[in-house]
């Protein structure tokens, strides 16, 4: 069984920083694909950046490059995902995705194995 546990989440001002983590148990951390998905109140989850198994390929969604950085730490079986430049817009619950199998770089929201419980992000204006 893999659990996929985020953390790092809370309330910061526009302009401020946040780094998220996940942190992975289960089978192998290190070959899977790792992303982050955010879900704003009222909207749909949409996908943030990607990163693969070895860390050398990122994918970021356009509103977040150059703001954002996700990076992995296949020794502590955890990703993370710095966040700066924070705008009100970033509000959201942003969870932690895995895929085990990569068909296409880069992966969707349907080819995501597991799934984290997501942790808040509050961006105040």
């Known amino acids: 069984q893999v659990q996929l546990v985020e953390s790092g989440g809370g309330l910061v001002q526009a302009g401020g920083s946040l780094r998220l983590s996940c942190a992975v148990s289960g089978r192998t951390f290190s070959v899977y694909a790792m992303g982050w998905f955010r879900q704003a109140p009222g909207k749909e989850r949409e996908f943030v950046a990607w990163?693969?198994?070895?860390?050398?390929?990122?994918y970021y969604e356009d509103s977040v490059k150059g703001r954002f950085t996700t990076s992995r730490d296949n020794a502590k079986n955890t990703v993370f995902l710095q966040m700066n430049s924070l705008k009100p817009e970033d509000t959201g619950v942003y969870y932690c995705a895995a895929v085990q199998y990569v068909r296409r770089w880069p992966p969707t929201s349907t080819d995501t194995d597991y799934w984290g419980k997501g942790t808040l992000v509050t961006v105040s204006s």
């Open positions: 990163i693969n198994w070895s860390g050398g390929s990122t």
